[in-house]
């Protein structure tokens, strides 16, 4: 069964860093663009950030630029999300998605799998 697994998500003060992951099981991400999504409580699911299948380009959303870090490890079949400088309006679940050979885009409707999901809360 082929399937996109995220973690590293938590509890983390603002100001604090976190960073997520992405892996697959069943096929391999490395012949996919990878991006991250978030929806938080309320508001409907938007594009984050994300990387082309090449790891040669990425793309982010202004409410995260210069704070959020997309790489890709294929060796480890892993895409991260380096998240620093996080607020409380970073809350939201975090989803990792993949586009089959893609060149990198936040829009949602280009990605062939998604995973379930990781809790992000920013919180004093």
């Known amino acids: 069964q082929s399937q996109i697994v995220e973690s590293g998500g938590g509890l983390v003060t603002p100001g604090g860093s976190l960073r997520l992951s992405c892996t697959s099981s069943g096929f391999t991400l490395n012949f996919y663009a990878v991006g991250w999504f978030r929806q938080a409580p309320g508001k409907e699911r938007e594009g984050i950030s994300c990387?082309?299948?090449?790891?040669?380009?990425?793309d982010y959303a202004d409410s995260v630029k210069d704070r959020f870090t997309i790489s890709r490890d294929k060796s480890k079949n892993m895409v991260y999300l380096e998240m620093s400088g996080l607020k409380p309006e970073d809350t939201a679940i975090y989803f990792c998605?993949?586009?089959?050979?893609?060149?990198?885009?936040?829009?949602?409707?280009?990605?062939?799998?998604w995973g379930q999901g990781t809790q992000v809360t920013v919180s004093s």
């Open positions: 990387i082309s299948t090449n790891g040669g380009s990425t």
């Open positions: 998605a993949a586009d089959f050979m893609g060149s990198g885009t936040l829009t949602q409707d280009e990605y062939d799998y």
